[in-house]
C-alpha cells in the first residue's frame, strides 16, 4: 500500500532562516512522482516543486528544494530564506501506480509559522 | 495565462440532493483532476481526466463521477448528497512529462450539505 508520512503537525521557524519539512513515503512501485504544495489560509493549493522517482538529482525551485533519498524513501522540501508569507500549511503528495491507475495520495500536512 | 477557475465558489445543499462542478483549467493542459479535502479524511483523489476520458479513479462511490468536455472543462458530479459530502472541492489542472509534472489547482468550491 502507498502511504506519505509527515510527522511534523506543526513548525516554527524565524524569518530568513532555513527550515526542512520532514516527508517520508513508501511504495512499492518503481516510477512515482513526489510533489510538494503549499496551502495558504486562503485554501489554495500552490504547486511548489515536483521530483520524479528515477531523476537523480534533487529538484530545486526558487527557494524550494527537494531532498530526495531514494533509499530512505524520504522527500524532505527545505525552504531556505524563509519569509513571513511563507506562513501556511504544506503538503507532501505522492503519484504511484502506472498510466491508468495512478493514484495521488497526500500526507496530512505540516504547518509552518514564519516569525519576524 | 489565466489559471484555473472553479465554480461555483461556494454551495449549500440539502441531503438528498445532487451538486455539479466545474473547472476550467489553463490554457493548454488536457488533463484535469478532481480532489476532496476535509479535516477528518484530509485531501483525497477522486479521479483524473484527459482529453475527454477518465483515466484514473480514487476510491469514492459511484456517487462521485466526472466528465470533460473536448474543451478540457471538467465537470463532477455528486448524486445523493450525504452530510459526509461536505468538504472543499479541488480541480487541479496538470502538464505531465518524461522529467516533470506540475498541477495548478484553482480557488475550490466549498460544499456544505444540509
Known amino acids: 500500500a502507498q502511504k506519505i508520512t509527515q510527522t511534523q503537525p506543526g513548525m516554527f521557524v524565524q524569518e530568513k532562516e532555513a527550515v526542512t519539512l520532514d516527508c517520508t513515503y513508501d511504495?512499492?512501485?518503481?516510477?512515482?512522482?513526489l510533489f510538494w504544495y503549499k496551502q495558504p489560509s486562503s485554501g489554495e493549493m500552490i504547486f511548489l516543486i515536483y521530483q520524479g522517482s528515477y531523476d537523480e538529482q534533487n529538484a530545486t525551485e526558487g527557494r524550494y528544494s527537494l531532498n530526495f533519498q531514494k533509499a530512505r524513501k524520504s522527500a524532505n522540501l527545505v525552504i531556505s530564506a524563509s519569509q513571513l508569507g511563507d506562513s501556511a500549511m504544506y503538503f507532501c503528495a505522492m503519484r504511484g501506480g502506472t498510466s491508468g491507475t495512478y493514484k495521488y495520495i497526500f500526507g496530512t500536512g505540516t504547518r509552518l509559522k514564519v516569525l519576524a | 495565462k489565466a489559471g484555473v477557475t472553479q465554480t461555483p465558489r461556494y454551495l449549500i445543499k440539502t441531503r438528498g440532493q445532487q451538486v455539479t462542478l466545474s473547472c476550467s483549467p489553463i490554457s493548454g493542459h488536457r488533463s484535469v483532476s478532481w480532489y476532496q479535502q476535509t479535516p477528518g479524511q484530509g485531501l483525497q483523489f477522486l479521479f483524473e481526466y484527459f482529453s475527454e476520458t477518465q483515466r484514473n479513479k480514487g476510491n469514492f462511490p459511484g456517487r462521485f463521477s466526472g466528465r470533460q468536455f473536448s474543451n478540457s472543462r471538467s465537470e463532477m458530479n455528486v448524486s445523493t448528497l450525504e452530510l459526509g459530502d461536505s468538504a472543499l472541492y479541488l480541480c487541479?489542472?496538470?502538464?505531465?512529462?518524461?522529467?516533470?509534472?506540475?498541477?495548478?489547482f484553482g480557488p475550490g468550491t466549498r460544499l456544505l450539505v444540509l
Open positions: 487541479a489542472s496538470s502538464r505531465r512529462t518524461t522529467h516533470q509534472e506540475t498541477q495548478y
Open positions: 511504495t512499492s512501485d518503481q516510477s512515482y512522482g
